[in-house]
């Protein structure tokens, strides 16, 4: 999905917009999994007793809320949180009910860094640090092809 054209300024261009590395969804994927899997389990195990009717009230509002709170949040979470670099400015969204972010122009950009561990460089993912001229480093994690954003944001930089 690119990012809306509306938000950005006369003259300025989009040249990456990313998610966060869909590493952070593998907990709440198998957090769906073993829900629905000990929810199955459990209505089998009840499913004899007089009173299963209710149980299984029971056990699927509690399944419902467990799926909720650790699988369909997570992902609410993961695709309502943007990076994006355009030719004037590193700009970060996040939020579902309450949408915060910010911006830093590349003017005010001093230097560029990353870091991976092994794991990330697997992954292909890792976590940008972005100095400006009077703010101590923000650090922007799980981000996907950290090092062509590094050399891209690096190339940007440079050239303003």
Not at 47 to 63: E, M, Q
Not at 64 to 84: D, E, K, Q, Y
Not at 101 to 121: A, C, D, K, L, Y
Request: glycine content about 6%; hydrophobic content about 50%.
């Amino acid at each position: 999905m690119p990012y809306p054209d509306e938000l950005l300024v006369a003259g300025e261009r989009v040249l990456t917009h990313q998610h966060p590395h869909p590493k952070m969804l593998v907990f709440p994927a198998l957090a769906l999994l073993v829900t629905v899997g000990g929810a199955a389990y459990l209505a089998a195990l009840i499913a004899p007793a007089p009173w299963a009717p209710y149980g299984f009230w029971v056990l699927g509002l509690v399944a419902l809320g467990l799926i909720v709170w650790c699988a369909v949040a997570p992902l609410l979470r993961w695709s309502n949180t943007h990076f994006v670099l355009t030719n004037r400015r590193v700009l970060v969204r996040e939020g579902v009910l309450t949408r915060s972010g910010f911006e830093i122009p590349m003017n005010r950009i001093t230097s560029v860094r990353f870091r991976q561990t092994v794991f990330e460089r697997m992954l292909g993912c890792g976590t940008l640090s972005v100095e400006s001229a009077s703010d101590e480093p923000l650090d922007f994690s799980d981000i996907p092809s950290v090092t062509h954003v590094y050399a891209l944001l690096y190339e940007v930089a440079d050239a303003g």
